[in-house]
Each structure stands twice: as C-alpha cells, then as structure tokens.
C-alpha cells in the first residue's frame, strides 16, 4: 500500500545488487511512494548483479560509482542531480564487505591491507559520500541519509569479524557529520540497525544460519526482515520524522534489548545432554 510519503522527493541509493538486496526492497518502496531515484553500485557489481534490471523497471538510471572513490562519487552526484532535476531529498547507503571474512581469516590474525579495505568501503565510503554530498551542496534542507548497521557495532558476535569494527567507526560518521550537517543545512544523518537478513554480503559471515535462528528465537516479535527495513528506511526519508538525526535506530524485532528468551532458552536445554568438546586446545581460532 502506498501512502505518497516520497511524493516529490529524489534519492540515491547505493547498494541494489539483486532482489535479495535490502537497498533493492528500498528502492522499489521509495518508488511505490512517489519518489524518483537513481542507482548506483561498482562498475564491477553493475555487471555481476542486476542493478540495471532494477533501473528499467524503475524507469530510471543506474550509474557505476566506487563509493571508495571521491571523483567517481562527484560523477554520481552530479549526474543524479541532473537526471532527476534537481537536488537530492535522501540517500540510502548499503555498502559493506569484508576481504578478511571472504578469505576466513580470523579476527586475531587479520591480514591489515584487508582490514583497509574493509574499513574503507564498509565505513570511510559513508564519511566520503557524505563529504561529497555537502560540498556540492547536492542535499536538500530536511534531506536524510540513512546507512545501514548492525548490533554487532556494540556487542561481540561469533564470526562478524572486522564488520564489527567497520560498523561502529559507521555509526560513530553518522554522529560527527549528522551535527555538522544538521546545523548548517538541516540534512539529518541515521543509521539503521538491521536483523540478520539473508543477503548477498549477510550470507558470507560465519555460522549465518545459525545466527538468524538465534537472533529470531531471541525476538520477542522475530527477525525483520529485508521488507520490513525497506518501510522503516521509507518513514525515515519522509517528512514524518523531520526532527531525527545522529541516532543509531534499531529495527530488529527487539532482539538488542534482550537478554534471554523463552525460546532460545528451551532450544538450549535440548541440547544440555551433549557436552561441548569446546576449547582452544580444539581450534586456536575457535572463538574468533
């Protein structure tokens, strides 16, 4: 159902890689309120993926930009300004990867280039966009920028390795520019903390499917999920929440609240009868 809430608005959203893709069930939302918008992804995940199947759908254009890269982010901005016919009203930021969790290296024994690397499109690219974005005055006042998190920015989780790292120095960009931005421009600044969602990029951390199960025993209202933030992400563009920047939002059934549920704690107690030959004489790396 739409409620017209984009009526007017332009956007960019960075990220729509295939359907399974949480900026993919952005756009279509944003679109379906009224919303015109460009895409954008690498050149090399413009030709994997299929942003550009999403483009034509849409009805609009999908532009190659490395969010690493401010020349190319000047290019996108510039041109989205131009197909769209003026400035931009929101921006959705959904880039992450990790070089470290694609080759199974382990958080106590990071391959650091890698961690550059990772911090570098999964954070900095954030810090980037949003530079970019203010120095060509490409935002609108009241505009919103929105970048995708999770939990793991504050509390430790098995197997979410250096993304852990890249998502706080994420969130913490959300705060210093969502003040900058706020003062001089009234642009607000937010990030989302998403449920495990079944991804392209979600699926490469260790013991995924483990983890949703957890997480969605844990919730008191289950795991959200890719749709679910594709609404919230809408609320956030529109002009119903005109007064929130520099907050970390959680949008995960409740599970971050938690601290054991009824659910998790019977599923545990089935398996209380085998004993976990578990220890660092069993793996070096077991708890990384």
Known sequence: ????????????????????????????????????LTL?????????????????????????????NVEELKNLFNKSMEALG????????????????????????????????????????????LQTARQLDAINEWG???????VAAQRTFYGYND??????????????????YGRERNVRINTV???PTVTT???GVKGFDRLLDFAERMSPLGNATADDCADYCITLFSDLTRRVTM?????DGGFSNMGMSVRALQQYEKGLHEDCKCGPAEDKHLFD
């Open 193 to 195: 903390s998403q449920s």
């Open 201 to 203: 990029a979600g699926s």
């Open 40 to 68: 954008s992804n690498t050149a090399v995940a413009m030709r994997m993926g299929e942003t550009q199947k999403l483009a034509e759908k849409l009805n609009t254009v999908a532009i190659a930009a490395d969010a690493t």
């Open 86 to 129: 003026g400035k931009i009203d929101f921006v959705l930021h959904s880039i992450g990867m990790s070089p470290n969790v694609r080759k199974g290296r382990h958080y106590s024994d990071l391959d650091y280039n890698y961690l550059d690397k990772t911090l570098d499109v999964s954070a900095i690219s954030f810090h980037k966009v």
């Open 1 to 36: 159902m739409s409620y017209n809430l984009l009526k007017g608005k332009k956007g960019i959203i960075f990220g729509a890689l295939n359907p399974d893709s949480i900026a993919w069930k952005v756009a279509e939302r944003a679109h379906e309120e009224g919303a015109t």
């Open 247 to 251: 907050q970390n939002l959680y949008n």
């Open 163 to 180: 993304m852990a790292d890249a998502k706080a120095l994420l969130e913490s960009i959300a705060r210093s520019f969502g003040y900058i």
């Open 144 to 150: 919103s920028v929105v970048a995708l998190t999770y």
